[in-house]
């Protein structure tokens, strides 16, 4: 499926042209877009990735699109949602507790 998905495209003042401060700032945003359809997404709405049920996802890859100024706050934000979520799945017994 990640072959499929390529780096959300952002607009620049020279289009076709990727410059670098792009690459840098961008090059990982939107490659491991989160939404519900397994055949579109990796993840779901909590980074957690619909082939690998314990593996989570939470970085600026799962975001559809990028943004005009740095992500670490939203990048802060959805990692604090996601932990909490896998905080929730744990008390409720959803989640085996993997290893030996």
């Not at 939107?30 to 970085?59: A, E, I, W």
């Not at 996601?82 to 799945?89: D, P």
Request: charge should be positive; glycine fraction near 8%; hydrophobic fraction near 30%.
């Amino acid at each position: 499926m990640l072959h499929r998905l390529r780096p959300a495209e952002c607009n620049e003042s020279s289009p076709g042209e990727i410059s670098r401060s792009w690459a840098i700032r961008n090059a990982a945003t939107g490659t491991c877009r989160m939404g519900n359809d397994p055949k579109n997404f990796v993840t779901n709405r909590f980074g957690q990735t619909h082939d690998v049920p314990n593996l989570y996802v939470s970085d600026a890859s799962v975001f559809l699109n990028c943004t005009d100024k740095t992500t670490t706050l939203s990048i802060l934000a959805f990692s604090l949602r996601t932990s909490e979520h896998i905080l929730q799945q744990f008390k409720a017994g959803g989640h085996p507790v993997s290893g030996g």
